[in-house]
């Protein structure tokens, strides 16, 4: 069986590297081949004998992403990719232009098991978690794509990065490593649908990343009813340790409030939400919901967001409404791979 090299850090690597009885600065090397210039196969690491190369093909396999379809959108660059993994499993990523750089929005797993009503990417369930690798690698071929640098990333994409903990917490070493990408931990914002005992275990790491949490909603029947994951980790129980994590951290956190026409987008829905998260360090940030086909789920009238943003930030909150990005390529999470698995 050969080991998934990529998912390695450094020390892992340097110990495997030794056991085949090789220097450990060969480790180094490796490492760096891999991780600072995105090599997708060991022919590339042209410092390394062509007999070490030879040894590390028959040892480990470098998990990438083949891209299956690429989407350019025609209105802002964004470019949204389907991958097709080792074993012939889909995830979706996208790239995104903001002003301060290129930004990716990566995918944890395939598919995802948490049911929000909205969202295509859990619409046939969760077939596996990604390795790190595969986060990883998705960041690393849209970068040879493109022949950018990628500062920003969001893990955002199809799955739930919690119900995938230790997976995403390697994805994150190895992306901030300075023997590789070397990213800021403050560039990253990791989303939770609000999977409170990961919100506990990550505030034990106290990392400098944003935490997102998808709410949606500021009750718990109106949440439970878009969102079954509320049934098991109600409201109250999410708020208090969204509270405790900002207390043990001091990390703003960013709470996601995706407005659906006629359904969460009342003025009476955002007292509750003032009320809910009152006097917490946070941001709210506003998304006009994408709408995806089978849900019935429509997006809030222009007149109601700026509604719903102005009693927010009357209130004193930090909020902004999401500029939506790709809206002509279907950049909501799951859509492309839906379309592709289900023809
Ligand atoms: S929104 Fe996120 S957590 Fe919810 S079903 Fe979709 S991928 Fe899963």
């Known amino acids: 069986?050969?080991?998934?090299?990529?998912?390695?850090?450094?020390?892992?690597?340097?110990?495997?590297?030794?056991?085949?009885?090789?220097?450990a600065y060969r480790a180094g090397q490796i490492f760096s081949w891999l991780h600072k210039s995105g090599a997708a196969d060991f022919d590339e690491m042209t410092n390394l004998p062509k007999t070490l190369r030879e040894t590390l093909h028959d040892n480990f396999v470098i998990f990438g992403c083949a891209?299956?379809?690429k989407l350019i959108s025609e209105y802002d660059e964004t470019v949204k990719y389907l991958f097709r993994l080792h074993d012939s499993e889909f995830i979706e990523s996208v790239l995104m232009k903001y002003k301060y750089g290129w930004s990716v929005?990566?995918?944890?797993?395939?598919?995802?098991?948490?049911?929000?009503?909205?969202?295509?990417?859990?619409?046939n369930g969760v077939v596996r978690n990604l390795a790190a690798s595969e986060i990883l690698s998705q960041v690393y071929a849209i970068q040879r794509d493109n022949g950018i640098r990628v500062s920003h990333i969001v893990m955002m994409g199809m799955g739930e990065p919690f119900d995938n903990f230790d997976n995403a917490m390697r994805f994150l070493e190895l992306i901030t490593d300075e023997n590789g990408q070397n990213l800021s931990m403050r560039h990253i914002s990791l989303s939770t649908c609000g999977v409170v005992p990961g919100i506990y275990k990550?505030?034990?790491?106290?990392?400098?990343?944003?935490?997102?949490?998808?709410?949606?909603?500021?009750?718990?029947a109106l949440r439970s009813s878009m969102m079954p994951?509320?049934?098991?980790?109600?409201?109250?129980e999410l708020i208090k340790a969204c509270r405790d994590y900002t207390a043990a951290t001091s990390r703003r956190i960013s709470f996601e409030y995706a407005l659906v026409s006629g359904v969460n987008d009342t003025p009476e829905c955002a007292q509750k939400l003032a009320a809910l998260l009152k006097g917490m360090l946070c941001h709210v940030n506003l998304i006009p919901?994408?709408?995806?086909d089978g849900t019935g789920m429509k997006k809030s009238a222009p007149e109601n967001v700026k509604r719903f943003e102005s009693y927010l930030a009357g209130k004193g909150f930090a909020v902004t409404v999401r500029r939506t990005l790709g809206s002509d390529i279907n950049a909501a999470c799951g859509q492309l791979r839906r379309t592709r698995i289900n023809p």
């Open 229 to 236: 994951v509320n049934k098991k980790w109600p409201v109250e």
């Open 105 to 123: 929005c990566v995918s944890s797993q395939v598919g995802c098991r948490m049911g929000c009503r909205f969202c295509a990417s859990t619409m």
């Open 1 to 23: 069986m050969k080991r998934d090299v990529l998912s390695m850090d450094l020390p892992e690597l340097t110990a495997a590297v030794k056991e085949m009885g090789q220097p």
């Open 289 to 292: 919901v994408n709408e995806v």
């Open 67 to 69: 891209i299956e379809k």
């Open 202 to 220: 990550l505030a034990e790491k106290n990392l400098q990343l944003t935490l997102s949490v998808s709410l949606h909603a500021p009750d718990n």
